[in-house]
């Protein structure tokens, strides 16, 4: 069975940092792109990071320069370094992984707080 799990979530300050993680699993094979979103309470959920197999990057603006994407092909992992949080990158993150044929798998999420 497959599957996709976050882990690396948690309780930072303003101006932390945080590595998520994203473990892709079980019978999926020739994933090309990997990609993080993230859903705020009241929130639609919108992307953060993606990357593909080639390691072509692509940032919301609303990260970029403080978010790093990267992955392992070799393991189907994938990470996010988030470095100089904000209060408003709170949400629930999720890891999404599509293969070369079209399929999609979602992780359940990992809750991210920046609060003081």
């Known amino acids: 069975q497959a599957q996709v799990v976050e882990s690396g979530g948690g309780l930072v300050q303003p101006g932390g940092s945080l590595r998520l993680s994203c473990a892709a699993s079980?019978?999926?094979?020739?994933?090309?792109?990997m990609g993080w979103y993230r859903q705020a309470p009241g929130k639609q959920r919108e992307l953060v990071a993606t990357?593909?197999?080639?390691?072509?990057?692509n940032y919301a603006d609303s990260v970029k320069g403080r978010f790093t994407i990267s992955r392992d092909n070799a393991k189907n992992n994938m990470y996010l370094q988030m470095n100089s949080l904000k209060p408003e990158d709170t949400a629930v993150y999720y890891c999404?992984?599509?293969?070369?044929?079209?399929?999609?798998?979602w992780g359940q999420g990992t809750q991210v707080t920046v609060s003081s």
């Open positions: 999404n992984a599509v293969t070369v044929n079209g399929l999609s798998y």
């Open positions: 079980g019978t999926i094979f020739s994933i090309n792109a």
């Open positions: 990357i593909h197999r080639n390691g072509a990057m």
